[in-house]
């Protein structure tokens, strides 16, 4: 069968006498109409057609008066393939031999192609390293807050999303209270990173409520909550609403305290903290309900809930993509464990359930090697999301996971295969510090606003302009993908670029290895062979042209942390104590806004100006992935008038004076953006919902400020960083008003 594998999922190809369509993949029980939606990039007017530099930038100019900033999106020239490759090879020596391979920023964050081998950031690393390396970017957007942070709590094993998660196949028959914060959105389901051939998280959830499963959702958008009850909750309070169910539990007795102490550190500490007895704050449910919006005898019946029977927390990535996106997770965690829930089948905590596609799924996961990066000579390395402080503030010393931590000093900035220029917080600020290095090289398949920022563009082919062998790693399947169509003329892969230009440094025969794109893809799957001796050779994998993994017995599917809550001594956690810190001493001591956050847990949007009384959502884009996409059918018709469209409370848009379908403008201290809005009364009061992804393009206003005609959210975002401890993304914990499109 004729594959393609997308972050979307797998396709069939029709090769048509039209031309070719891509089909829903005959094994996937809820394909996702997205990915088909890829074919309509191919020469689409976005496409970057060949090589471009920016004028001032090839004519020595950068940063002199009177010359264009990056970004400015006329001023660029094109060039020769070669010729380009000869100016990017020149000035990566030049940038190496008079500052040194740690003045080149190589962190490349993003989500690049699904296949193994075009991986655009592991060619491009593979390619620097060779060079004599280049500074690394650590964690993800995604989870980077909770990854610095769960080591502290329950050791270096459980860092990873999803380390402590029941399966869904054990939820399904445990049946448990499903207590969410921050919901379980189905579209969000349908990504993940690598691909997948089949999503089943609908017939998961799906199945659960056909079982009577009760899940309530918590959260500041009832779209947040598939099945079940929805109970509104202001965005950045969950920390307070946890604390305070675990005040019930504790005044109404319900907490074992024997079995706390036997599997948790702190436990004296943290009743203190939570009956007020170190503050003179009890975290009562009354104190909560002013915090979150939540009646004081909700969060009762909530918290008893907890005790009654079995029951599951879960917990969505975006509660820890915020200012001390610490708080809720380790909240969470001290309910989880005085409730009694950890280790119990089926029960007490899982992150992330419905972000991804893999997240709970009782599968093998498919084991194998990524094409080689080789290794960095260089040691230096940033929190991903600390990118504009690092660009303003060289030689500066941040705080990460309780050490200090120097800024380089950046001269070449690389990039393959993401957006930084969609991803980040306060974009508008990012662009003034984006400013500062000598260079920027950006590999591309279509003009996003980071390639408007770049000096030196080359054009990428499409995923589906080449062929590639994709597995997710978190999945079960390995999916042959080919090439759809062939690229047009004068477009190369990033392999195939980073090749030519490798050979005006010499090193070219060290990035191939003396291997075609063929022959990488093989030498790949023979790795994946070597992991998993049933999958067929390389023949009878073109022919099937995908392979899937036998689920594993029933039996070996563990619940995590059961061994450990059985006998805490003979399988101790890794973390100072051996058991779950409720209260690590670590994250008290080396970050004051984190400790203020655990202490006396307040709003993540604390600090924000009482003047703007709306707080930002900006949650995964339905229709897109990230900023990927926008081209496709898919992603215009959901703008409307051509705006992206931003989902408030109908009572929020009246007071602003406005009213359902109005083009209007969102506002702070940071950024102005352009949004058409919808009256959704299913929104709680006092929010405002506009999803990533809408296309960064400030447009400079008659008063000097720029209005964001593209709808990103991350025009007003805070960079703040989650916390001094793991300096996570932040995108919760703005504020931000409403007011009509102006005249
Ligand atoms: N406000 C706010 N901001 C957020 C978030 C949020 O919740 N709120 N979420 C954050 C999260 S979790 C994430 S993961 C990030 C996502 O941020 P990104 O991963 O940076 O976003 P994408 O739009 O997927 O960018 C990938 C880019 O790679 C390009 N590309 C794809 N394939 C190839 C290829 O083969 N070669 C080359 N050269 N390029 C390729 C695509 O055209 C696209 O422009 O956003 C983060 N930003
Ligand atoms: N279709 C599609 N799916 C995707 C992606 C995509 O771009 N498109 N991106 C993928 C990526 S990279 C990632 S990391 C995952 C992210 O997965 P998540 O982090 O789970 O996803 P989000 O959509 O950012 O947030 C989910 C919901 O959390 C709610 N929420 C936000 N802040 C708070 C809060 O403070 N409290 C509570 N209780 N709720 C809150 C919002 O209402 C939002 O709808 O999604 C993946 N899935
Ligand atoms: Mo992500």
């Not at 008066?65 to 010729?83: H, I, K, Q, Y």
């Not at 196949?169 to 579209?187: C, E, N």
């Not at 809930?305 to 909240?331: C, D, F, H, M």
Request: glycine share 10%.
């Amino acid at each position: 069968m004729d594959l393609f594998a997308s972050h979307f999922g797998t396709y069939e190809i029709a090769r048509e006498p039209a031309g070719p369509r891509l089909l829903p993949f005959r094994h996937d029980p809820d394909p996702s109409p997205l990915g088909a939606g890829f074919l309509a990039l191919a020469d689409h007017p976005t496409r970057i057609r060949q090589p471009m530099a920016r004028r001032s930038w090839l004519e020595g100019r950068h940063g002199a008066a009177g010359s264009a900033p990056r970004g400015d999106r006329d001023a660029f020239v094109p060039l020769d393939m070669e010729e380009a490759c000869a100016l990017a090879a020149r000035e990566l020596d030049r940038v190496r031999k008079t500052h040194g391979n740690r003045a080149i920023f190589g962190g490349s964050y993003g989500w690049g192609s699904a296949g193994r081998f075009h991986h655009p950031q592991s060619q491009l690393k593979r390619f620097l390293n060779l060079a004599g390396g280049f500074v690394s970017a650590r964690n993800t957007y995604s989870y980077g807050t909770a990854k610095v942070l769960l080591p502290h709590l329950v050791g270096a094993e459980y860092a990873d999303p999803g380390g402590f998660n029941p399966s869904w196949d054990r939820i399904a028959q445990v049946k448990p209270f499903l207590l969410s914060f921050g919901g379980m959105r189905l579209a969000n389901a349908q990504v993940e990173a690598g691909g997948t051939g089949a999503h089943r998280t609908r017939g998961w959830i799906e199945g659960f409520a056909e079982a009577r499963g009760e899940m309530l959702t918590l959260s500041p958008d009832g779209r947040d909550a598939p099945i079940g009850e929805h109970q509104p909750i202001n965005a950045g309070t969950d920390a307070c609403a946890m604390l305070a169910m675990a005040h019930v539990l504790l005044v109404e007795g319900r907490v074992d305290e024997a079995a706390v102490r036997r599997i948790g550190s702190g436990y004296d500490e943290i009743r203190a903290l939570i009956l007020g007895s170190a503050d003179g704050i009890p975290k009562t449910p009354d104190w909560a309900a002013a915090l979150t919006g939540i009646a004081a005898g909700r969060i009762v019946e909530i918290a008893r809930k907890l005790t009654a029977g079995p029951a599951l927390i879960n917990l969505s990535w975006s509660l820890q993509r915020a200012i001390v996106g610490e708080q809720p997770y380790w909240a969470a965690l001290v309910l989880a464990t005085l409730s009694g829930q950890i280790g119990r089948p089926g029960c007490g905590l899982a992150c992330g359930l419905s972000a991804v596609s893999s997240v709970g799924n009782p599968i093998r996961r498919m084991r194998g090697p990524a094409f080689s990066q080789g290794e960095n000579p260089v040691a230096e390395f940033i929190p991903v999301a600390r990118i504009t402080e690092m660009l303003e503030r060289p030689g500066d010393t941040i705080t990460y996971n309780g050490g200090p931590l120097e800024l380089p000093d950046i001269r070449l900035i690389w990039w393959a295969g993401g957006n930084p220029f969609h991803h980040h917080q306060d974009l508008n600020r990012l662009a003034r510090a984006w400013q500062r290095p000598e260079t920027v090289i950006v590999q591309e398949s279509v003009w996003t606003a980071t390639a408007q920022h770049a000096d030196l563009v080359f054009p990428s082919a499409l995923p589906f302009e080449r062929e590639d062998i994709a597995a997710a790693s978190r999945d079960d399947w390995l999916v042959y993908s080919r090439q759809v169509m062939p690229p047009p003329e004068g477009i190369e892969t990033d392999h195939a670029v980073l090749t030519r230009i490798a050979g005006h440094l010499g090193l070219d025969a060290a990035f191939t290895g003396g291997l075609s794109e063929r022959a990488w893809m093989e030498k790949l799957y023979a790795g994946y062979r070597a992991a998993h001796p049933e999958l067929p050779d390389w023949q009878g994998l073109a022919e099937t042209g995908y392979a899937r993994l036998a689920a594993p017995p029933p039996d070996e599917v563990v619940q995590p942390l059961a061994r450990f809550v059985a006998a805490p001594s003979e399988a101790p956690l890794s973390t100072p104590s051996g058991l779950i810190e409720l209260l690590p001493p670590l994250l008290q001591r080396h970050d004051s806004r984190l400790q203020a956050a655990l202490s006396a847990p307040a709003p993540s949007d604390a600090g924000e100006p009482e003047a703007y009384p709306l707080r930002l959502l900006s949650p995964q884009p339905e229709a897109r992935l990230h900023s990927q996409l926008d081209g496709a059918p898919a992603a215009s018709e959901a703008r409307r008038q051509g705006c992206e469209v931003a989902r408030a409370h109908p009572a929020d848009i009246a007071a602003a004076g406005l009213e359902d379908g109005a083009l209007a403008v969102i506002h702070n201290d940071r950024g102005a953006v352009r949004v058409a809005l919808e009256a959704d009364p299913r929104v709680a009061p006092g929010h405002i919902v506009l999803p990533t992804g809408g296309w960064y393009r400030p447009e400079p206003q008659a008063d000097g400020s720029l209005l964001d005609l593209g709808g990103n959210p991350n025009a007003l975002t805070r960079d703040l960083g989650s916390s001094e401890l793991s300096q996570g993304a932040s995108a919760g914990g703005t504020r931000v008003a409403l007011r009509a499109l102006g005249p």
